[in-house]
């Protein structure tokens, strides 16, 4: 059975082609058109994978630009898919954590991969990938840079949960000569302190792994493991676990 | 389900505002209330109309911003934003406002609204002990004392309990209606409950509000309940106030292909178990003991509320619950955190949604709604 599974995010589009002996993996900026970065990835593993459409047994679209992907395709959301696909990768994992481009999200799950509970982040960008790509604006910075760039041993603490006051925060502090590697550590810390208080709501239960496009950030990881008192895993493919998950369902698996 | 037509009860609302537009001039007399606190037979003994001013809509909030903070809930906003800007008819016609201390933004906005006309404020006991009890039934009779004196007539006992043997008919008629949906699949969708239980709020007849109401149930009853077209996932759905206008979440599950059965809210099952008791030597008394029993958020502790979700939860065969709690609610925002206790040891998946009345966060409130369908399917 070949399946697809695509996950259309608000920043980045991840899209996964299972076939009985491979794995394809593929993401791309999302852009402003979330039904043409569909298409654009679900053709370029087809041709990775040197199939074609007809070959393909079944797909399933996740994220938020779910609805405006009509190619005919089921949708589930983002939550299931997620629980799904780090079930998949670690069977072991009870409590996850994705933080991605607008949203960061906790779920607990069961043994069996089942959705136990989950909670969101309200409306603003504080605790999301969006925060930290504000902020590496303001510091000249590319928002991949920023994990190598991190000194924790002098972080400074950034008290502003909004993303608009928490960059006037930061232009405060580089005007008073803080050390950037410091107040990048204190970024990672903001982030990493807004999750974990949404994950304690929900009641933390190891293991819990770390996915989303954020989890590619080790300076991010080590801020949650810090705020939870505990291990974080970070699977190779973090930032496809939805996709991935996707795909297995669409699978019906 | 059946196409239940509720178009007659969508229209109690417009046709009230011709009626008392009809009928002011011969000296009709309305009250505007604000809240299901506020005890409705004492304006119907005076042979006035009450009418719900509790804000729904969305359309006056950035006006009552120019006075009130952007930090208050939508309904409190939303219902002084009418008064503000003249745009609600019931509001102008009303002789006498009453609002009710359910909360501090209330209160504190009841103060400043009497600039714009007079409001009588009961201060309501939160909690019920024998001092506050008596404290309520003094507030009672001093509702009582304003409307004869602002209405200039006279409420006899015998006009109270008329009146209170109309409203008790009117919510047992109510309940029947509500109770209907315990069947699978529910004979009457959320948002047309919804439209049934808000609307009649606003009638200008109370007879002929229940014998609309005994015709919908009479219909009800006659649908055929087929037990296998039930296939959509039962929401109980409680929390804050939802009106017309601010319905979002009901539509959105509705769209999502699960169905609103039941609704633990203001407008909604919470206040349709209380009767006033007909034995009860005083009437005010008897009101007394019945409004005080209402379990909002805003008494504490609030144990019935509990209670009766437990209760609801199994009579509706409730598949989860979302508790919607409209932004700066801090009551039911906090008592979510005694609801989540008690769906979970349901074992039913939960939500809490914090929102207000804008479309803004549609998208990601679908999100979580479609989430938590899919756990009722796991």
């Keep these: ?253 | 389900m059946a196409d239940i037509n509720v178009d007659q009860f969508a229209n109690i609302r417009s046709v009230a505002l011709e009626k008392i537009l009809d009928k002011k001039k011969e000296g009709l007399k309305v009250v505007g209330i604000y809240c299901t606190f506020c005890p409705q037979e004492l304006v119907l003994a005076a042979g006035a109309i009450p009418v719900g001013l509790c804000g729904t809509r969305e359309d006056p909030i950035p006006a009552a911003e120019e006075v009130l903070p952007r930090n208050l809930c939508p309904l409190i906003k939303s219902s002084y934003g009418f008064a503000l800007t003249d745009t609600c008819p019931f509001f102008a016609f009303s002789d006498l406002i009453v609002g009710e201390t359910t909360c501090d933004g209330k209160k504190k906005m009841f103060e400043i609204m009497q600039d714009l006309k007079p409001v009588h404020v009961m201060q309501l006991p939160h909690q019920k002990s024998p001092f506050s009890f008596d404290l309520w039934v003094k507030e009672i009779r001093r509702l009582r004392s304003r409307i004869e004196e602002v209405l200039e007539v006279t409420i006899t006992d015998e006009d109270i309990w008329k009146a209170i043997d109309l409203v008790n008919r009117e919510k047992e008629l109510l309940k029947e209606i509500c109770d209907l949906n315990q069947m699978s699949p529910p004979p009457i969708r959320g948002i047309d409950l919804l439209t049934v239980t808000w609307s009649s709020g606003f009638s200008h007849d109370k007879e002929e509000v229940i014998q609309m109401m005994e015709a919908l149930k009479n219909k009800l009853e006659s649908i055929k309940i087929e037990p296998e077209a039930a296939q959509k996932p039962r929401i109980l759905l409680t929390g804050c106030p939802v009106g017309l206008g601010s319905e979002k979440v009901i539509r959105l599950v509705d769209e999502l292909g699960a169905t609103v059965v039941a609704m633990e809210n203001c407008s909604g099952y919470k206040t349709l178990e209380l009767r006033t008791d007909r034995n009860n030597d005083d009437p005010i008394v008897a009101l007394a003991e019945k409004y005080v029993n209402i379990p909002c958020s805003c008494m504490s502790p609030n144990p019935y509320r509990m209670e009766l979700l437990g209760r609801m939860i199994d009579d509706f065969k409730a598949d989860a619950v979302i508790d919607l709690t409209w932004q700066a609610c801090h009551t039911y925002n906090i008592e979510s955190y005694e609801v989540k206790k008690l769906v979970k040891e349901k074992g039913l998946p939960f939500l809490h949604l914090e929102s207000d009345y804008s479309s803004s966060d549609e998208e990601s409130l679908k999100v979580r709604i479609e989430a938590m369908l899919e756990m009722t399917k796991q």
């Design chain 1, 1 to 253: 059975m070949i399946t697809v599974g695509l996950d259309i995010g608000s920043v980045a589009s991840k899209g996964v082609l299972l076939s009985p002996d491979k794995k394809f993996f593929i993401v791309l900026p999302t852009g402003w058109s979330p039904r043409d970065v569909g298409k654009q990835i679900l053709s370029n593993l087809l041709m990775q994978a040197g199939i074609e459409q007809e070959d393909v047994d079944a797909m399933l679209v996740t994220g938020y630009g779910r609805v405006s992907f009509n190619g005919a395709a089921r949708t589930v959301t983002e939550i299931s898919c997620h629980a799904r696909g780090v079930a998949a990768l670690c069977p072991e994992a009870r409590t996850i954590i994705d933080i991605g481009g607008q949203d960061s999200k906790v779920i607990s799950i069961n043994e069996n991969g089942k959705v136990l509970d989950f909670a969101m982040n309200d409306k603003c960008a504080a605790g999301t990938g969006r925060f930290l790509q504000v902020m590496a604006n303001t510091l000249g910075m590319d928002v991949g840079e920023l994990a190598a760039s991190e000194d924790p041993s002098v972080t400074v603490a950034i008290n502003s949960m909004c993303t608009v006051f928490a960059e006037s925060e930061i232009i405060g502090l580089l005007a008073r000569g803080s050390p950037k590697g410091g107040i990048i550590a204190g970024l990672h810390q903001s982030v990493g302190k807004r999750v974990a208080t949404l994950a304690r709501r929900l009641g933390v239960k190891e293991k819990i792994v770390f996915t989303g496009g954020v989890a590619q950030n080790a300076g991010v990881r080590r801020a949650l493991e810090e705020e939870l008192q505990s291990r974080v895993f970070v699977p190779a493919e973090c930032q496809f676990t939805g996709a991935l998950g996707a795909a297995l369902l669409a699978a019906g698996s």
